[in-house]
């Protein structure tokens, strides 16, 4: 939260500022001037960094050196107030624009009357006595508004609700997963999370961080030897080159296309300028805009893509939340039935979710999977499927890998159960090589507890978290062998899961898939028909908000969405 804390120490500095203006405190805006210079020298801004300090000093000696200004300006004339509206002065040059420049470029100004050089001038030397005469006329009429005092428009009703709908707006996003929420933290007390870009999720290097949280004590530092050595001194000069920080945003990770036009190399940035630029060009050249505006006008097309290059995540739930309107969802499975039953469940969602599960010993944690496992036997449920994810270096993932920071934490090699679960737990399963590493370890011990613990008749089959991710093995009562029918190459639990649906379906007629993912039951309401089973159950949820929907368990055949047809088109999203 340092970055974030940060951020709203700048707000709330650039609010002071602006209140200085708004009620005329001069005190207050020397106090605001003085506290932003560190900023501007922090992120490069040279003539700011350069003049202000040269602005302060002057402003401090107008006691002496002018000092009716000084009283003025303690008056608060440094502002102007063009009505008795409480807190409503502005700076003097926004008064002149809102005023006399306004006037000169609307209707009645100079804009259409002449090209003249001498009517222009004479324009200008009597605007101030058409305003005197237009000000005077307004208040014979009754319709000036200087002394009218009301509600300032930023606490009215109207904004108050608009701001309100945005901040509900904002929470939705959190919460659904279209943006990271920065206030779901682990709870430990040493965790350092990384400093993470809430819309793209994309994680700034550790190293380019701290400079950028520590931006101001930087840009601080700066400043005063900016004034030790240029103005207390001679040491430097003042008109040398001010050294650059370079101090990183997120900004800095924005992708750039160059292009080669007339031998010279372009570079366009995906900002919002681009569109601007091509508005006033085509005023000047013949430009079809519809034609241009067939194409992207960025580096990348944002429909996919952020700024920075990363893709665009989408918050997949809300489509699962759309199928289940068109399927009769269950709080729980039906009472026990003579069906024999499979219980298919995705392993690392399940890791995932249990996290630490309070162990403090691997070995611990492998009991305690084990144990929720083997609560599924029984009840005419005669088997457990158990798959993994593999983690292959080269993937179609590593880019989402790379997105999430996995590769910032720490490996951690797994040497038997008396290792102790790491108190980051986050940060060690964000590693796939701690997903990998874990993954081997569990199928291992779950193979160890299965042959030693399972009644006869009762099987367990894991796979894709064996050493070779390929390999599928089958867990009963003092027995461990390979089922080659189940050797896989999937990388994705979410595919594989569907094999051991298949291979489950010989035997039971129903079937239990538990997964949290929207992509598994978009699978199975898609190849429902083709599994050959009975029954198709997918459970999903966690802790007091499970539920079960079936996609293909009537005798009329439920249609989720439009038509199952419909839905073969989901699973190639997936990879979108």
Known sequence: FSFRDDYVTMVMLLLQFVKAERSGN?????????????????????????????????????????????EAFMAGDHATARSNQPFSMVWT??????????????????????QKPGALERWFLTVHERAAVATALKQMCGIADSDLVATHKDARDGRLARDEEDVQKLTSMFDGGGMTNPFRVENSQDDIHPLMNLATGVVMPEETAVRLINAY???LEQCSTFVRERLDSNERGFWEPLPHLNIKTFQSFTQNRQVRKNEKVVTISADRDLFGRLVIAAGSRQINLQNVLTNELCAVPLSLFHPDGTMRKTNKASLLTELETE??????????????????????????AVGTGSATYFGDLAILHYNMLK?????HCIRVDVVFDQYKKMSIKEGERERRGQESAVEVKIQGPATPTPQ??????ANPKNKSNLSAYLTKSLCELGMSQLRPG???????????????????????????????????????????????????????????????????????????????????????????????????????????????????????
């Not at 002149?96 to 259409?112: A, C, P, R, W, Y």
């Not at 609560?375 to 009840?379: E, N, P, T």
């Open 26 to 70: 001069w005190l207050l805006h020397l106090s605001a001037t003085a506290r932003m210079a560190p900023h501007f020298n922090a992120m490069d801004r040279t003539n700011y960094a350069r003049w202000l300090p040269i602005y302060l000093a002057d402003m401090r000696q107008l006691p002496e050196t002018h000092p009716l200004v000084h």
């Open 93 to 114: 040059d926004m008064a002149l624009e809102q005023s006399i420049n306004l006037d000169s470029k609307t209707s009645g100004g100079i804009v259409g009357i002449s």
């Open 217 to 219: 004590k930087i840009g």
């Open 327 to 352: 399927v009769d969802v269950q709080p729980r499975l039906p009472a026990p039935t003579v069906t024999p039953t499979a219980y298919i469940t995705d392993g690392m969602a399940a890791i995932e």
């Open 375 to 379: 609560a599924h036997l029984g009840q």
């Open 424 to 429: 980051q737990w986050k940060k060690f399963i």
């Open 458 to 576: 009762q099987k367990m089959i894991l796979g894709g978290g064996c050493e070779d991710g390929q390999r599928a093995v089958m867990v009963t009562n003092n027995k461990l062998e390979d089922l080659e029918c189940l050797y896989s190459d999937h990388e994705e639990a979410d595919t594989r899961l569907l094999l051991h649906v298949q291979h489950a379906a010989r035997e039971c007629k129903r079937i239990v898939v538990h997964s949290p993912d929207t992509d598994v039951a978009v699978l199975c309401t898609s190849f429902c028909s083709e599994l050959d089973c009975d029954e198709l159950w997918f459970r999903t949820g966690v802790k007091d908000n499970q539920c079960k929907v079936y996609p293909n368990t009537q005798p009329e055949p439920l249609s989720w969405a439009t038509s199952m047809q419909s839905t073969t088109c989901f699973p190639c999203h997936n990879w979108l």
